[in-house]
């Protein structure tokens, strides 16, 4: 079996004067698409979980396309072009943008990278630090060395890594980054509630998602469930899903896109019972593989657009309708 999983975030034409957020052209998205077309068959969350449940077998070569977030981009730009070439998705969701019309955490980061220069960005987080906690901050100490922190952000310049490694990796507590986060936000977007609305999907289009079999759980709050343990990571999702049964969202199963990617294996070992039993089928992370089988299912890879055949920096390519493996970045 090759079941190959490309994910998407942001969709749209607009380019920021900082890197942040790098929007996804339509036409390049239909050029993927068609490009993957070549060696896959795409397949659907029900296909995926039928496969999973019922053991209905898959093609050979398979494809799910999935998109994290919830953002409005994905849905007015990205959704009428998969119903257009008849590609089912996944658009993985977050809760807490329903209960009181916030902005994620992460999204902010995004939006202040975006907006503003980094060193700069850094010095305004070494200042609200202090503000915070009345000590100074030294970036260079809290973070890894330059070859780990390459490793880690292929794509991104030394600074763009460092920073990013800050604020992803729970490095300060996260109160304390919540709240500078929150202040330099609110210094570009004084009216969080109307950013929201206008940023994630409506109640109205998941309850449309769902309907169609197209939704699926990224986390209440997108945390990272890398440090939770059991407790907590079923917490989350129990949160999650009282917040899409708030909206009128009821479902029997579902799939995870885990926030960042990543998860441990002794956490989704242990929870495995509890996970199957709340009708959470299969996870997917950012490991760059191709799934060869479905023997974890909490475990799936998947690859993003820019690693996909077609993307900017792929992995593989599309050789008569066979896939060769180009790059040592892939997980073999
Ligand atoms: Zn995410």
């Known amino acids: 079996m090759n079941f190959l999983s490309v994910n998407y975030h ?34 659907s969350q029900k296909d995926l979980m039928d496969g999973l449940i019922g053991g209905k077998p898959f093609p050979e070569q398979s494809c799910l396309i999935t998109f994290d977030d919830g953002l409005a981009c994905q849905y007015d730009l990205a959704l009428p072009v998969l119903d257009e070439l008849q590609i089912p998705a996944v658009f993985f969701v977050n809760g807490e943008p329903y209960k009181d019309e916030c902005v994620l955490h992460i999204h902010k980061i995004h939006w202040c990278r975006s907006h503003i220069e980094t060193n700069v960005f850094m010095n ?5 630090y202090k503000k915070c906690t009345g000590s100074y901050l030294d970036a260079d100490s809290i973070s890894p060395s330059d070859t780990i922190l390459k490793k ?11 920073l990013k490694f800050i604020l992803s990796r729970n490095v300060l507590p996260g109160d304390i980054e919540k709240k500078i986060i929150s202040n330099i936000f609110r210094r570009l977007v004084p009216d969080e ?6 940023f994630y999907m409506s ?10 079999g197209m939704l699926g759980c990224h986390g209440f709050n ?14 989350d999702i129990v949160e999650w899903k009282e917040m899409m049964r708030k909206i009128g969202i009821d479902y029997k199963n579902i799939t995870l896109s885990y926030p960042y990617g990543h998860i441990k294996d002794d956490l989704i070992q242990e929870s495995a019972k509890e996970l199957s039993e709340m009708g959470v089928v299969a996870g997917f992370t950012v490991d760059r593989r191709i799934n060869r089988d479905l023997k974890n ?32 970045r892939f997980i073999t």
């Open 203 to 212: 109640k109205n289009e998941l309850i449309y998602l769902h309907s169609r």
């Open 152 to 162: 880690l952000y292929f794509y991104d310049d030394i600074n763009v890594a460092r």
């Open 10 to 43: 942001y969709i749209g034409n607009t380019t920021y004067p900082f890197s942040g957020i790098y929007e996804l052209p339509v036409d390049v998205l239909i050029k993927q698409l068609n490009e993957l077309k070549k060696a896959f068959s795409f397949i």
């Open 124 to 128: 305004l987080i070494t200042e609200e």
């Open 222 to 235: 997108h945390k990272s469930w890398l440090n939770f343990d059991k407790i907590n990571f079923l917490k």
């Open 297 to 328: 299912p909490y475990s799936l890879a998947r690859i993003d657009t820019n690693d996909a055949p077609g993307g900017k920096y792929p992995l593989m390519e599309i050789v008569n309708k066979k896939i060769n493996i180009t790059s040592e």
């Open 193 to 198: 509630r109307e950013f929201s609305r206008k």
